[in-house]
């Protein structure tokens, strides 16, 4: 019989026992937020939490899951609950994944580590980014035990594109994630009114400072010449040039299962599968990119109806409560990733705020699973949400 939900009500009312009015750590989003603002400067806090433009984008992504609601069942045996999801033949505890967020260092000085951490002591995959603090093979033995999957960002040099999929490999992740929004980065107000650009500061590098490949490229090695480095990165980050053709090749160069993020038009998405693509991840990259995007979540009714119910979707942006998650499966998804609020954790206790934040989450999701009147994630459909008219 599944407690979780109630186990972690227990736990946290059992505090007042001891002479305590409230809990140690914030428990809504908008608290996480707040104090992750509080804690964090002007530079980093904007790079976390600002967006492309006038950020309609970020705004779509939640006013997207406000239009659905959610249709309750009663009197129904709700005591065995299953949080379990399968992606390409194996079973996750939950639908929740830690998407890739890059450059943590300026959120806690843990960095990565801290998150990958607190996925593998809750059970929830681990999503490494190209750009992290810290380097891949680390953050691989720090999320061991739960699956570990690896975003690419395809830059311009081929030669650190095809290093980075041999190290992902030898490491142990068991897919890649290629992100293909980020050709250049969007216009991000907030950053350009700070003059915060944290790789400039040698922040989220240290995949590259790392790669023999990358090395090769500089005269002298970044501990010799660490501003030199940062202006190589600079120069190989990015890829406005990437094509579909460049996709192909990657997807040659991999046995791994390979998901494309960032992707929402279903053309691209059904492109996409006829490449080889084993999987797509719904994203707007969290309203960081093209100001006035879609929301991710409407793109993944669109692709749902399109490509029928079996190829893997996964969705990402906006995701702000376990309703949404629910939301999101009922609707299509077979996973959902977690972004700016464990980022906001991370900023507020490391690696046991990550921890605490997917505690709860994992609780409210169990509990507003059964109190919707289903006992297994699967057996959501469109029947659980109906559309405001």
């Keep these: 019989m599944s407690r979780l939900g109630l186990d972690a009500q227990l736990k946290m009312y059992a505090q007042s026992l001891t002479g305590k009015s409230t809990w140690d750590w914030p428990v809504s989003i908008e608290d996480w937020r707040a104090q992750a603002r509080a804690t964090l400067a002007d530079g980093p806090w904007g790079y976390l939490e600002g967006g492309a433009g006038a950020e309609q984008t970020m705004k779509n992504n939640r006013t997207a899951f406000d239009q659905w609601r959610i249709r309750p069942r009663m009197l129904r045996n709700v005591a065995d609950r299953d949080l379990q999801v399968e992606l390409f033949g194996k079973t996750f505890a939950t639908p929740y994944f830690l998407a890739p967020i ?41 999320a061991n035990g739960v699956e570990r999957w690896f975003q690419l960002y395809p830059g311009r040099d081929p030669a650190i594109v095809r290093s980075f999929l041999r190290r992902a490999e030898a490491a142990g992740y068991t897919a890649i994630v290629v992100t293909v929004d980020t050709t250049m980065l969007g216009w991000r107000e907030t950053d350009l009114r700070n003059l915060y650009l944290p790789f400039l500061f040698a922040e989220g590098v240290a995949n590259f400072f790392t790669d023999s490949a990358f090395r090769a490229r500089l005269k002298e090695t970044p501990e010799q010449n660490r501003p030199a480095a940062v202006q190589e990165f600079l120069s190989v980050y990015v890829n406005p040039a990437f094509t579909w053709d460049d996709l192909a090749d990657i997807r040659q160069q991999t046995q791994l299962p390979l998901l494309v993020k960032g992707l929402t038009h279903v053309d ?108 297994a994630i699967r057996d959501l459909d469109t029947t659980y949400v109906t559309r405001l008219p």
């Design 102 to 142: 890059g450059v943590q260092s300026i959120l806690h000085s843990d960095a990565e580590s801290a998150s990958a951490k607190a996925a593998a002591a809750m059970h929830i995959p681990f999503i490494t980014s190209t750009v992290s603090s810290v380097d891949l093979e680390t953050l691989a033995r720090d």
């Design 268 to 375: 691209d998405v059904q492109q996409a599968i006829a490449l080889g693509a084993d999987g797509v991840i719904l994203s707007n990259h969290g309203g960081r990119q093209v100001d006035g995007a879609i929301s991710s979540l409407d793109a993944l009714i669109e692709v749902r109806q399109h490509i029928g119910p079996d190829f893997p979707l996964l969705l990402d942006s906006g995701i702000r409560h376990a309703a949404d998650a629910l939301k999101a499966i009922a609707l299509g998804a077979n996973a959902v990733l977690i972004g700016r609020p464990y980022g906001y954790a991370l900023a507020v206790g490391g690696q046991a705020g990550v921890q605490e934040l997917l505690s709860q989450w994992v609780a409210e999701l169990d509990l507003q699973l059964a109190l919707s009147g289903f006992s």
